[in-house]
């Protein structure tokens, strides 16, 4: 496959992503609210923050998803490759994920749409950075936590399509374990949730699961705006006709 190809690809994925990103309205639910779910590789961050919020509108802010849609198409396993040609071309199509998903991104906070934003959790300074970013432009923060025992992320990585070396995961999970009573200091226990994800659940064990995290999305997200400066904001455009936060005068 050639490097024309790849960057073909590329551009018909970044059409897709931008073309499909919705202009939600200034009444619309969930406004200036931007949940992370954090936890190392392995622990279910996907499955869990589905279950909590799924459906409700809120947009995902993961260069994962841009990832599984771009590797196939350019010819790129999603699993751990120890040949340097193809892990090169991986880490250029990392790049090139994120890149797409920032500028989905930014389109999506400029609308104050709410968020739900995919971490490690491993860098404790990088996500509080991009939290007080957030509460900078009216957004209310909190966390979902999920937590698990190193053995079973371990033996999630090695089983799913999208997988890093057992080393770089056993690293992310310690990182991720120092830094739990951090994010708890910083988001507050109002806003810091942890969910121990390391059951295999299944019939009515994972619908009383999934209810219990719904109900505490929901319940997070229905919590009146705290956020002064996004009250205001809102407050301005409702008052002026303003639907985004460049129409602010």
Not at 15 to 21: D, K, P, Q
Not at 33 to 46: D, E, I, M, V, Y
Not at 107 to 129: C, F, H, P
Request: aromatic share 8%.
């Amino acid at each position: 496959m050639s490097v024309h190809d790849d960057v073909y690809r590329v551009k018909v994925l970044a059409g897709y992503l931008i073309g499909h990103s919705l202009t939600e309205g200034i009444n619309d639910p969930y406004l200036f609210k931007a949940l992370f779910t954090c936890g190392g590789t392995g622990s279910g961050k996907t499955y869990v923050s589905n279950h909590a919020v799924q459906g409700l509108g809120l947009k995902s802010v993961s260069s994962d998803i841009a990832v599984e849609r771009m590797f196939p198409r350019m010819g790129l396993s999603l699993k751990f490759s120890d040949d340097p040609d193809m892990s090169a071309r991986q880490a250029a199509g990392r790049l090139r994920a994120k890149e797409l998903t920032d500028k989905q991104r930014r389109m999506w906070e400029n609308g104050m749409l709410g968020l739900v934003i995919d971490g490690t959790a491993k860098d404790y300074s990088r996500i509080v950075k991009d939290a007080e970013y957030l509460k900078s432009l009216g957004y209310d923060v909190g966390m979902l936590f999920v937590n698990t025992s190193l053995d079973v992320a371990l033996e999630r990585n090695a089983s799913r399509a999208r997988s890093v070396a057992s080393e770089v995961a056993t690293d992310l999970w310690k990182g991720v374990q120092s830094n739990i009573g951090k994010f708890q200091g910083y988001f507050g226990n109002r806003n810091f949730f942890i969910v121990d994800n390391n059951d295999v659940r299944t019939g009515s064990e994972e619908a009383a699961f999934g209810m219990g995290l719904r109900r505490l999305g929901l319940d997070w997200l229905n919590r009146p705006l705290s956020n002064e400066i996004g009250r205001k904001k809102l407050e301005i455009l409702r008052a002026t006709g303003g639907k985004t936060l460049s129409d602010l005068p």
